[in-house]
């Protein structure tokens, strides 16, 4: 689902400024819906063919990367991390160091 919203956040922003969506880079963690989005949608249960479906309505395969779970500052706030040590964490505003690096790197 998670990959799902960030397809479709994609779209709303894209739609609604000048940002060309083919040029965007989508990271998840989670590698099993990066094997889903990968491979094709019909060979899937209706759920993920249908979640599937809709994010590559949306995106291409292509501009979809993984990343480590260890390295996904989203995972703090699963974590119930003080509103003081939030606003400290470098990886919660700024990301992993290596995230500013081209995609391809």
């Given amino acids: 689902m998670e ?12 739609s609604n400024t000048a940002l060309d969506r ?7 963690d989670l590698t099993v819906t990066l094997s889903w989005i990968q491979g094709n949608p019909s060979c ?3 759920f993920v ?3 599937t479906t809709e994010i590559l309505h949306y995106t291409t395969p292509t501009q979809w990367r ?5 390295q996904n500052p989203a995972d703090h706030i ?13 990886t919660w505003w700024n990301g992993p160091d ?8």
């Fill in 44 to 46: 899937w249960k209706p």
């Fill in 78 to 90: 699963s974590r119930s991390i003080s509103p003081a040590e939030l606003s400290s964490l470098n």
């Fill in 98 to 105: 290596w995230f500013i690096q081209h995609p391809d790197n």
């Fill in 49 to 51: 063919c249908n979640r």
């Fill in 3 to 14: 990959c799902l919203i960030g397809a479709c956040l994609l779209h709303y922003l894209c």
């Fill in 66 to 70: 993984h990343f480590p779970g260890s």
């Fill in 22 to 28: 083919n040029a965007a880079t989508l990271w998840t």
